[in-house]
């Protein structure tokens, strides 16, 4: 019963019983002008009273005697001398029983029951953790891939890039990690996903097994751009709810692209210039500020294992989003079309891949079956076209014959879940083709 009454009494204190008002006095290229917000500062939210009914908005802007507003919806309805309320910083209040929840980027619950708020309230725009006093990375993870379990070794607080263009498999496999990384809690943020997708993500691809132990965070792509980068925002200070219970957390973000659009619009709105291929200046900071909250906690605390997948457009590991991403994370994993084409899911490129756990994550032992199996992978690789055309001749190199011998077990061997006993078994499986 305490539990009920700490989610009620946080409903009651997050209820202020006094508001700041000011009234829209212009509205100009999407944003809203408030007048009469004088302790209003940048990021703070609001509500807009207007004929059509209440909508947020963010403060963008200020000047003296004013402030620039983006609304969280189109500016249908709005008026000169609308109510806005000034509601302060943007913050959420996540709570234990949010598992097995779908909520929006303000904590409202999608999926038709009531959701309490917790009795803490934390800022969607935190710091990370100070460098100085978080821990390494820790153990090896099972993940129930085999891949990911040999060759692109997941550990504790790593934080990995999925790298795909669009309809590869890369939802496919973030649910798979859902079920199958060994966490204690699973947040998934789902960045401009169809709204349509939304149930069938959940109760298809995740499943019962995988919902029963994660909190799913969406907007879809209908919704603002302050929406959507929300998103990320939301899912990031969920996460850290449960990692500063001590928990391991798993983070799966789709897409930081998204993400990165919908700063775009917003930062464009308030009056940023385009730079790099239209990207505002401060998109590396958002990208890099929201990876650096996730890994490793300082002692004490939990940590969060994070997977950010990246749409990258006909393969462009050099476009800004992928480039800023690639430079802060730990690894990452390039899922290549050509690969899903002929029917391997996950269609990992594993010479185009990396986990920067390795050497560590592994023992020497496994550390050579690693290295073998990339050795005959790359050699087969450079001399796939020659060995297409009939121009190889057999025997004319060794390396090149034990390439082909292994190649389709190896293939074959990406595709695999991970056997019954892990890590373990994935290793026996590998070392089998390799000696197959």
Not at 70 to 99: C, H, N, Q, T, Y
Not at 306 to 318: K, N, Q, R, Y
Not at 395 to 419: M, N, Q, T, V, Y
Request: hydrophobic share 45%; proline share 6%; charged share 25%.
């Amino acid at each position: 019963m305490s539990g009920l009454f700490d989610g009620l009494l946080a409903e009651i204190a997050g209820r202020a019983p006094l508001r700041r008002v000011g009234r829209v006095v212009e509205t100009r290229r999407g944003l809203v002008e408030v007048a009469g917000l004088d302790h209003a500062a940048i990021g703070d939210r609001v509500v807009i009273h207007s004929r059509d009914g209440a909508a947020g908005g963010e403060v963008l802007r200020l000047v003296p005697g004013r402030c620039s507003v983006l609304p969280d919806a189109s500016g249908d309805g709005m008026g000169i001398d609308d109510r806005v309320e000034l509601w302060g910083k943007a913050e959420i209040a996540p709570d234990d029983s949010w598992i097995g929840r779908v909520v929006d980027p303000t904590g409202q619950p999608l999926d038709g029951r009531p959701l309490l708020r917790g009795p803490k309230t934390r800022a969607l725009r935190a710091p990370a953790p100070p460098a100085a006093i978080r821990r390494r990375l820790g153990v090896r993870l099972g993940t129930g891939v085999a891949v990911f379990d040999t060759l692109l070794p997941l550990v504790r607080g790593q934080r990995i890039g999925l790298f795909a263009g669009s309809g590869v498999g890369k939802s496919s496999l973030l649910a798979r990690f859902a079920r199958g990384v060994e966490a204690d809690v699973v947040v998934i943020a789902l960045v401009g996903e169809r709204g349509r997708e939304l149930r069938e993500f959940t109760e298809t691809v995740l499943g019962p097994v995988g919902m029963a132990r994660s909190v799913v965070v969406t907007a879809t792509s209908d919704q603002s751009p302050l929406m959507r980068r929300m998103c990320c925002l939301t899912a990031m200070a969920v996460a850290e709810h449960f990692r500063d219970q001590g928990l391991h957390v798993l983070l799966l973000v789709d897409s930081v692209t998204r993400f990165a659009e919908a700063h775009r619009e917003v930062a464009l709105a308030g009056g940023e210039a385009a730079s790099l291929r239209g990207y505002p200046p401060s998109l590396a900071h958002a990208i890099m500020g929201l990876a650096e909250r996730a890994g490793p906690g300082p002692e004490g605390s939990g940590d969060i294992t994070a997977v950010f997948s990246v749409l990258v457009a006909g393969s462009d590991m050099e476009e800004p989003v992928a480039d800023i991403l690639r430079g802060v994370l730990d690894g990452h994993v390039v899922l290549d079309r050509r690969i899903a084409e002929r029917g391997r899911f996950p269609a990992i490129d594993l010479l185009r891949s990396v986990s920067r756990s390795l050497p560590e994550a592994a023992s020497e032992e496994e550390n050579t079956l690693i290295t073998e199996a990339r050795r005959l992978l790359g050699t087969y690789g450079r001399a796939e076209m020659m060995i297409q055309a009939g121009l190889y001749a057999a025997g004319s190199d060794p390396l090149i014959d034990r390439a082909i011998k292994h190649w389709p077990l190896l293939d074959a061997f990406l595709a695999e879940p991970a056997p019954a006993n892990g890590v373990a078994g994935s290793f026996e499986r590998l070392r089998a083709c390799l000696s197959g």
